[in-house]
């Protein structure tokens, strides 16, 4: 039997009304895929972060987080765990070797896309609490996301998920984790890269965040930051849906046979 989900997604595109004026519209489709051909990838979900805003704002998420990824995996959809800079911690993990047994596939050449300005200044990093150091504290993924050894690879390698998602046949590639303006868009494995390589991606824009200083310019509260990337993600790289729908479309995914 065949499985059929279908996923709700939002963009925003740049149009012009009766006079002439420029707007942002949100667009509205669905992209109807088997769950075989979809893929989850979590972006650098750390057990630690230098930012103590970051930290408490993921740590809210993490729930969350892993209760998606277990119905993506029931539903037979494949788990990608891409908490960077920790590798060393997974070598003998079998979901580790996985993604280094992979077979052999070349992306194509990357798309020639202009990569417009963020609509945010990060240039101090981006932390919204006071006397945070950039540093490297991560040792490992957070540990209130399962990872299924039999099943899931542990990957921070662009290629490496790319060749994951050849072996498999997978055909929508979907980002949760963090963060917006940073890992989410310009890892290896990230959103930027994989859509000049023409890879189908979409960003669960409620399990996400964004590093913002409301100090710093356009001068707006956290949230509105983070909505602000979103708006640009969805104009410039890939549309988004959230985790409720998700699970929805999970929950009510059709068979036919």
């Known amino acids: 039997m065949a499985a059929t989900l279908t996923l709700p997604l939002r963009r ?9 004026r420029a707007l942002w519209r949100q667009v509205h489709t669905t992209d109807q895929i088997s769950p075989e051909a979809c893929a989850l990838l979590l972006c650098d979900v750390w057990d630690q972060h230098w930012s103590r805003g970051a930290q408490g704002r993921l740590e809210a998420m993490v729930p969350r987080m892993d209760a998606v990824i277990r119905a993506a995996r029931d539903a037979g959809m494949g788990i990608i765990h891409a908490p960077s800079d920790t590798m060393a911690h997974y070598s003998d993990a079998p979901a580790r ?18 990569e417009p300005p963020l609509p945010i200044d990060d240039s101090d990093e981006g932390s919204d609490t006071a006397g945070d150091q950039p540093r490297r504290v991560w040792t490992r993924q957070h540990p209130g996301i399962w990872i299924d050894q039999e099943g899931d690879i542990i990957s921070d390698s662009g290629d490496e998920v790319y060749r994951f998602l050849q072996a498999r046949g997978i055909h929508r590639l979907l980002y949760a984790g963090v963060h917006t303006n940073m890992c989410i868009l ?26 913002y200083n409301p100090a710093r310019p356009p001068y707006v509260p956290h949230d509105e930051g983070t909505r602000l990337v ?13 985790s409720g729908e998700l699970l929805a479309a999970l929950a009510t995914t059709h068979r036919e046979g």
């Not at 280094?100 to 990357?110: F, G, K, M, Y």
């Not at 000049?196 to 824009?205: F, K, N, T």
């Not at 993600?233 to 549309?239: A, G, K, Q, R």
């Open 12 to 20: 925003r595109t740049l149009e012009r009304d009766a006079e002439g």
């Open 97 to 114: 070797q996985r993604a280094e047994w992979l077979p052999l596939a070349t992306p194509p050449e990357p798309l020639a896309i202009v």
């Open 186 to 211: 310009h890892r290896s494995f990230a959103i930027v890269p994989m859509v000049r390589w023409g890879v189908s991606v979409a960003l669960l824009r409620d399990l996400t965040d964004t590093m």
């Open 230 to 242: 979103i708006q640009y993600i969805e104009s410039f790289w890939c549309p988004t849906l959230t």
